[in-house]
């Protein structure tokens, strides 16, 4: 039967929903708060330079494809996906440079200079990581994880060879030697938001995802992905309203019946798919007295994954050591997470991932000039962190020195474009849990099962997608939360 459904926010996850309900048959309107689609996913464009700002790479290829497949379309007449090589260019103090590829034999060949001692447990750690992608995919990423039925067909004796009670770190130590390896393979964890040093070892299935799966650039931007969904779901009837704020979700007897603009006008549904963060739509969507005080206390626990500070630098300079993702990393890898995770204040000497996609795409900045899209891990907010404009413009050029001591010399003078986007940027903007952009945290053994469900357990009729739900951030897993939610509401039909 074809219902009437509401969908909140137009991230990736809120325009995988619509588009899957819509090609269902179900009559389906969009609210966004903001002026465009993409949620997190979005794009500056600045005197001739063009930054993606939020994610920049793409992965499990296959989680797109089915989307679109799914909605009667082929996402290769939408969008063109490139393979990355290498991965990423990875950097130390010392002048060591590692090129991670997916072709084996070249990275096994840079090896031989930087960890020969550590060849073949390369190797060895791929076969273990696609090991846990083996146990994990299907049980728990592929899986809507909603009931007891949803565990059905899991073997219990996967539950121990997940890897889960070690750390991240812990698994990574015992398998490498390389001081090197260590933190390209603890690396993986930050993915999620993520500390090495409290995320489980099962979180090292990120590296078999990365490496062996292949990571991907779109064409043009990953903002293409966003503008691909919005075109998908115009397609198929999605009504879309933008710079329309949702006041809250209208609740009777605890069902959802429909939801409450900021401009006073109502809207009667049978459902509602909120791809706002879970701990924001329980806390500030849902309508005064629906929630019992200790459900409400227990989602206001909910630890969020770390945060993020961004400096986009449009650069009337190249630099040939760059490739498209490079990363600086810091002297004391360890101190770095304590700071972030255990101290909550920036780093003062912190890894730095640096996005230069005029390598990929020329276009992306003027001759001659480069597009420099600069992630830096912080700890979400705060009291200990104030956002004010002296902050962000002092971290900001700490930033800038330390990647000209890395050698990329004369970027001070040679920039042309400089934009920041701080935690409280992103909680002003997006609303996430205390400003974390990679949703809810997985510092924890069993943080699979832990995470918000895509069908609340408290207001029926109401659904959970994006990266704060199940089954976590980034943007295949925005997808599948998607599809989890869809599935979920199939079955209760």
Known sequence: MKKQIGVIGAGIGGLSTAARLAAQGHGVKLWERTGSCGGKMNQIAKNGYRFDTGPSLLTMLFVIEKLFRDCGRDVRDYLSFEPIDPLCRYAWNDGTVFDCSADLQKTLSQLTEIAPEDIE???????????????????????????????????????????????????????????????????????????????????????????????????????????????????????????????????????????????????????????????????NLIEDGTLKPKVKKRITGIEPSCSGFVLLLGVKKTYPQLRHHNIFFSRDYEKEFAEIFHRKVLPEDPTIYVANTSFSDPDHAPEGSSNLFILINAPYLTEKVRWDDERIQDYGDLIISKLENFGLEGLKDAIEVREHISPQAFYDLYRSNRGSIYGTSSNHQFSAFMRPRNKSPYVDGLYLVGGSTHPGGGIPLAMLSADHAVTIFNRNQ
């Open 121 to 283: 447990e390369y190797v060895k750690f791929l076969g273990y990581s696609a090991d846990l992608y083996q146990k994990t995919a299907d049980t728990f990423i592929m899986n809507p994880l909603q009931t007891i039925k949803d565990l059905k067909n899991l073997k219990k004796s996967d539950v121990f060879k997940i890897d889960a009670f070690p750390t991240v770190s812990t698994r990574v130590d015992r398998c490498f030697k390389s001081h090197y390896l260590r933190q390209v393979f603890k690396r993986f964890a930050t993915y999620n938001g993520s500390s090495p040093y409290l995320a489980p070892a099962t979180i090292n299935v990120i590296a078999f995802v990365e490496l062996c799966l292949g990571a991907y650039y779109v064409k043009g931007g990953l903002y293409k992905i966003a503008e691909a969904l919005e075109k998908l779901c115009l397609e198929l009837g999605v009504e879309i309203s933008y710079n329309a704020d949702i006041a809250r979700i209208i609740t009777q007897n605890k069902s959802v019946t429909g939801i409450a603009l900021a401009d006073g006008s109502t809207e009667q549904l049978d459902a509602v798919f909120s791809n706002s963060d879970a701990t924001f739509t329980y806390n």
